[in-house]
Every structure is written in structure tokens, then in C-alpha cells.
């Protein structure tokens, strides 16, 4: 749907046309009003700022380099999925021919976009389209200037590919951007980022970034809401559409991404739905689409700290990282796992520098034309070896037990023995690593005792995953590995369906990859987050109305 789409259908679908009666509906709803020429109608970091139809004026989106992003005739309309997300603007928006414009705020656009079905047929497409867009130019928001190979470097590269943030990055090391590269970065070291061409980030942590961007405007919300989810996996997501859709106040956030552990996939093949497989980061990126389409509030990155009963009758505090505190009438947990260590010496120093915990075309670009070991024996591995293969030169694929039948489905075992570049290397285990500033070779012992150091431009490590519920060990029941545990379980006397996913602590749900006993799987997930809702309901029925 937007991955595999060309340029010039991804522009198309950017200017498409807006009917007559689109085009009523946004007058209605708007502010009419003549425009001078070079009239300032917004400006970069903006917050609220319009989406402008243009009735007879000539409208221009630009950045502060004067980079032209957009220009809009009589008939178009400005506006990208930041005017949905409520994000700070990331460019003006002058006004190049006098005429008449239409001015609707962004709330405005957004419940339109929820409430009727042929602006949000045009208008999202078309948002969506322009930010795939901006993404493919490298246009309009981050400019990176690092080393590869640089751990902080790599943070904000894969936070702003997984959450579709336009970004270019200059690499000094690169003779043809060595002077832009210098005159950005005039010092030489460390991790520059540079914010809408204003602001100009020191080796930032992610968490800095997205506050530059703009993108910490959930945790503003502070008003009681009927749902929050905590995790934007599969499961958080299919909860977020499913409850929003059904006309829940919902919030959704994660420390990460969208789309979790999934969104690190490069091709899920056996998703209902999809014959040909689909990419995690493209699945993700559908539902958060549909997620914002039907209200649902997105902030990313935010981490949760604490949950505990409010001392509002009927409400839960859910504490965010940055001490923001979010009032839920109910609370599903979503938070998957997070990537389960190898655990050997120099792990920790070599993350981000040569080792992964996810094979994506980020990672396959810094390892491209060398030869990479892939440690795991479930289809996280295998999908990671069979995309990196394309690559790579060589993929080892490392698995510590006696084959990969039992834990690997048999096309991807079949599609790894057969192809020519792909060893398979059973009771095997990595034990060192080395390298200075960069991994630059592991150590091998296979199961007669025999070690092998194996120069490699990458190790990627899919061993399973530890469930994220540390912010939980004081308020519900977890079972012994850390996973949530729910239903009967934890709460026999709980009547159906709202025992199915209820933790120990009623009103709150947990669904996916945390819950104890769920299956691992990306549908399970999604169909978890869809249910859960049902019980959501049944909770909030229960439950007396609570006024902002």
C-alpha cells in the first residue's frame, strides 16, 4: 500500500483532487479570509497551525533553508500527518499570489477525518502520501551529522525510521558532504542533530529529540480518558483502533516505536491477508493511520514509570517517564518484550556498533557486502537471515540447539538450507566479541568444544525476549518469568468475557506478547487487542461517568 508505491503515485495520491462536496464541508467548518501576498499564514514550530485550502490564492510551504516542500494553487490544500498527530509545524506556509483562502483548525480537520468517510478517503491518503514523500527527499525535519557506526547516532537513525520522522544524515567520513558536514558540525566529534534547521542537538538522547520535534503533545492530555495503552505493538495498536473506532477517549504511547518488536520485521509472510508478506514497519504504519483516523491520541517516545489505583473513584494513574501522570478509566497493558540479551563480555559497549537486536534496512545498509552472524532459532532469525542475505555477502545463522524444526516454521527453514549464501550452524554459540569502536569479529563454539574468531561487518541477536512489566511488580499479579498474569489465573471469581484478559487489579487489561500464556504471534496480538475492548466496555459500564 505506501511502500511499494512510485514516486509519481505517491505524488498523485499528494494532490489529489478534493470533490465539491469535500470542499463545502471544509468551508463550513473553517475561516474564509482574503491573503496578501508573502502573508505568513503559519510558521516553523507552530502549535496549533491550519490546514489552508486555497479558494484563489497561491499558497508556498517552505523550510527555514527556503527549501520549497509545497506549492498549493486554487483548489489544493496544505497539510501532512503532523497536522493529525498534533505536532509543532516543521515549516511556513506563505502566501505567494493574493487571493482567498480557507483556514480550519487542525481539531477541525481531525473530526472530519473521523466522522466522514469521503474527507478521510482523500485527506488521509494524501497526508500520509506527502510524509512518504518529505521521508524520500529527506525533506523537512532532521538533519544527522555522525559517524557510522556511532551508538547515539544510531538511536535517533533507527527512532526516526521507525517512526517515519523525515531525516537526511551527512557522514564527515563522506569527501562529497565533508564541508556541509563541517559547517553544521564545527567542532568535528560527537553526534550533531540539527532540528528544522533552528536548533542544533549535542549527542541527544531520543527522548531530546522528540521534545524538539514537538512530539510529547499526549502527555499534555492530562483530562481523564476512557483507555490508555501502554505499548504500541500489534496488540496496543489493535486496541487503540478498536477502541477509538467504538468512541473511547484513548491514548496510546511507547518507549520506543510504533509497531514494537514487529515493526523491526522486514517481511511477515504468514499475516492474514498479505500472500506476498508485508514489512512490520509498513503493517505499523497502516494502523497508526487508522488508529489517528478514528481519534486515538499517539505519542512516542514515553515510557511508564508506575501504575496504581487513582484516589478518584474509578480512575488509574499511569506515571510517565517525564512525571506526566494520565488519568484512565481503564488501562491495557501492551508492552510486549523487549530484546532478551546474548550475555556475553562487551555486549552492552558494542549495541548500536555493530550489534542488533533487529534487521532492518537501517542495520542492512551499514552491513551491506560483508559477512554478518545472526544468532537465533526461531522466525525472527530466520526472516532476519533470509532479508540480510540480500545484502550481506555471507549469513551464519547461529542456533545453540539440534535443528530449527522445532522452532522455526518450515518455509523459512527450507528457503535457509537452500540459499547459497546462508550457512546454518546448529549447537553453536557466540562466546566473544572484539573490535575497538566498532565490533569487528566474534568468537564460535560449536557443541564438540571447537572455537572459531570470524570477522564479521554485524551480529545480529534474535534469541527471544524478556516481557517489559518492571514498572508493574507492585500492582499486579505476574507469573514467574515477569509476564502479566490474567483471567483465572489471577482472578477466578472474574465473570466472562471480562476475565479473559483482567489482571489481578480490575479495569486493567493485559493483551499480546506480556500476557502469560499468549501465543507469540503478530494475528494472536492483533486479535488480543481487538477483543480486549469488548471487556473494556464491560468495565467502563460498570462505572460511573467521570467529567473532566
Known sequence: MFEDLSYEELKRRANAPLSGRVVAMLKARG????????????????????????????????????????????????????????QTSFADCIALEPGEVVLVAAPGIAE?????????????????????LLIRRQQGTLTLVGHQGMPALQS?????????????????????????????????????????????LHDPSVAEVARALGLELATGHCD???????????AGLSAAVYGASEGLRTILFDDVAIGGQS??????????????????????????LQAIKFGARVTVPRRAQKLRPSALPGLHEVTLDDGTVL?????????????RKLGVPEEERFQGAGLYYAATELEARVTKGQEVVVVG????????????????????????????????????????????????????????????????????RDGEGHVVERRVGGLFIMIG???????????????????????????????????????????????????SGSVKRVASAVGEGSVVVQAVHTRLASLPQVTS
Open 224 to 234: 481523564p480518558v476512557d483507555l490508555i495503552i501502554a505499548g504500541a505493538g500489534p
Open 31 to 86: 475561516e474564509r479570509r482574503s491573503v496578501a501576498a508573502g502573508e505568513k499564514l503559519f510558521r516553523v514550530d507552530d502549535r496549533p497551525y491550519p490546514f489552508v485550502y486555497a479558494v484563489s490564492a497561491t499558497v508556498q510551504v517552505r523550510d527555514l533553508d527556503g527549501l520549497v516542500l509545497g506549492t498549493f494553487e486554487p483548489g489544493q490544500f496544505t497539510g501532512e500527518l503532523g497536522l493529525l498527530l498534533g
Open 465 to 515: 525476549a524478556d516481557p517489559c512489566t518492571g514498572w508493574l511488580t507492585e500492582t499486579v499479579r505476574l507469573d514467574s518469568r515477569g509476564f502479566v498474569l490474567t483471567g483465572e489465573d489471577c482472578r477466578a471469581d472474574a465473570p466472562a468475557p471480562y476475565n479473559v484478559f483482567q489482571t489481578s487489579l480490575p479495569g486493567v487489561f493485559a493483551v499480546g506478547d506480556v500476557r
Open 377 to 444: 532459532g526461531g522466525n525472527s532469525a530466520g526472516q532476519a537471515a533470509m532479508f540480510l542475505a540480500t545484502r550481506a555477502s555471507f549469513v551464519h545463522l547461529i542456533h545453540r540447539g539440534q535443528d530449527l524444526s522445532s522452532t522455526m516454521s518450515k518455509y523459512l527453514v527450507e528457503r535457509l538450507r537452500r540459499a547459497a549464501n546462508v550457512k546454518i550452524e546448529t549447537r553453536s554459540q557466540v562466546v566473544e566479541l572484539f573490535g575497538e569502536e566498532h565490533l569487528r569479529s566474534v568468537k564460535i
Open 327 to 339: 488519568l484512565g478509566r481503564a488501562v491495557v497493558i501492551a508492552t510486549g518484550a523487549r530484546y
Open 156 to 200: 535517533v537513525l533507527e527512532y526516526a525510521e521507525r517512526n517515519r520522522i523525515p531525516y537526511r544524515w551527512l557522514d564527515p567520513a563522506d569527501l562529497m558532504q565533508k564541508e556541509e558536514s563541517r559547517k553544521l558540525a564545527a567542532d568535528g566529534s560527537g553526534v550533531k542533530v540539527v532540528v528544522r534547521g533552528r536548533y542544533v
Open 263 to 288: 515493526a523491526a520485521s522486514s517481511r511477515i509472510e504468514n499475516f492474514l491477508g498479505f500472500p506476498t508478506g508485508v514489512s512490520g514497519a509498513d503493517l505499523a504504519f497502516r494502523a497508526e
Open 112 to 132: 472530519l477525518v473521523q466522522v466522514d468517510p469521503e474527507v478521510s478517503d482523500v485527506l488521509l491518503p494524501a497526508f500520509a502520501a506527502r510524509r512518504l
